[in-house]
């Protein structure tokens, strides 16, 4: 299966019924416009993990802060002063890399906002 399908646990409800949702449609479209022509052995294929790349985490994307409590982003991977910390208020759209944002989407505290 796809990477964005196999690796769910860390998406918040939103997104993993979003990609199961993607995942049927855009498998549905390939079966019905050409990949009912191909030979089996093609399909076993497609199924192989490196046919689909790791996603780009230093990608940016846009996203939201959930709940009442503001979230703090550092500004660096290697210090953490107080200076160096970024605090955004609760329903706060912030446009960043997801590999910043990707621990609050895993601990519930952001959402992607598309």
């Known amino acids: 299966a796809p990477y964005y399908v196999t690796h769910l646990e860390h998406l918040s409800d939103a997104e993993q019924a ?47 802060v959930i709940g009442e409590e503001p979230v703090s982003l550092s500004q660096s991977q290697s210090q953490y002063d107080d200076e160096d910390i970024e605090r955004h208020a609760p329903h706060s759209i912030l446009i960043l890399p997801y590999r910043q944002l990707q621990p609050l989407v895993q601990e519930g505290r952001m959402e992607l906002f598309l």
């Open 18 to 64: 979003f990609l199961t949702d993607y995942h049927t449609a855009w498998t549905a479209h390939l079966t019905d416009t050409t990949t009912r022509h191909f030979p089996q052995s093609v399909w076993k294929a497609l199924d192989e993990p490196d046919m689909v790349g790791q996603p780009n985490l230093d990608k940016y994307v846009w996203g939201r």
